[in-house]
């Protein structure tokens, strides 16, 4: 991204509304554990994978967690229908496409079907998203198996994010939804300690807001170095943790777009692009400025 783009992203940090946390903060405890904080939160020790794959912990170099360390917790998030919202268009807030494979599983997810609306005033839930960063040699049934629990699914991963095949690169990501995953009740309990602690609710939004736009210059930073992986962590972390201006999200998701396209996740990228015109419906591709790949991604989507 050149500097021109990002200062110009920067400047677009004004007040707005967003959609409620899809996750919030542990910050871990002295013998503390991956799977005593899965068991915990989640009542499934084997639910460390979700907290690997939500803070890029294997793109970091090991599994490994220190007292004082801060994981972001995936957890479903919740929205109450407005009249006339469909499938689709809660589909592109929430999930960044407006494509059946997505729209689909959001009302699935809630007992319904795509080609019928949701009810006014209904409160459904949105299902946890983790961006996983696949390491070498890795296939798309080996990741559905690790976070689903089933090899067999592989297949609807690959439509999730508009991709093909069985074997995925080094480096490239996979979103995964987590459409069973659910907060024990102490689970729920540290969720709202932490929205408590974090200003994720309660009304303190804007303080929310605030550190998300503290964080931004250090994602175009990843960015601008070439740090890609981490653009990618970062910017997901900043998207789960709610409470960000449409602005903000707009700055995210055009920051994601750029990542997706440089470590080759088109179905990603074409996602992400969909988001940040979503929320920035005047978002314009300076073809003297963009790459060529980032504007195939979203022209594609």
Wanted: proline share 4%.
């Amino acid at each position: 991204m050149n500097r021109s783009l990002a200062t110009c992203l920067l400047a677009a940090l004004i007040t707005s509304t967003s959609a409620d946390a899809l996750a919030f903060t542990h910050i871990v405890k002295p013998g503390e554990t991956l799977a005593q904080i899965a068991s915990r939160l989640y009542g499934d020790s084997k639910a460390e994978a979700v907290l690997v794959g939500a803070n890029a912990l294997d793109v970091q170099g090991g599994t490994i967690i220190s007292a004082g360390m801060r994981l972001e917790v995936p957890a479903p998030g919740h929205h109450t229908i407005m009249e006339g919202e469909t499938w689709a268009e809660l589909s592109l807030s929430w999930l960044g496409s407006n494509e059946m494979p997505r729209a689909a599983l959001l009302a699935r997810a809630n007992k319904g079907v795509p080609w019928v609306a949701p009810v006014a005033g209904e409160e459904i839930e949105i299902p946890a998203i983790v961006s996983y960063i696949a390491g070498d040699g890795e296939t798309i049934n080996a990741i559905a198996q690790r976070f689903w629990g089933n090899a067999n699914r592989g297949w609807e991963l690959n439509s999730y994010n508009r991709r093909e095949g069985v074997f995925v690169r080094r480096g490239e990501v996979v979103l995964v939804p987590l459409m069973g995953l659910k907060l024990t009740e102490t689970g729920k309990a540290e969720a709202r300690t932490a929205a408590e602690r974090d200003g994720a609710g309660g009304g303190t939004a804007l303080e929310q807001q605030r550190k998300g736009e503290a964080e931004l210059p250090q994602l175009l930073a990843d960015l601008r170095y070439g740090r890609y992986a981490e653009a990618i962590a970062r910017g997901n972390r900043l998207l789960g943790g709610g409470a960000l201006t449409h602005p903000q999200l707009a700055v995210v998701h055009r920051s994601l777009l750029e990542a997706y396209v440089a470590v080759d996740a088109l179905g990603a990228a074409g996602a992400a692009c969909a988001a940040w015109k979503s929320n920035d419906p005047g978002a314009v591709l300076d073809p003297v400025r963009v790459s060529p790949k980032v504007r195939a991604a979203c022209d594609a989507h």
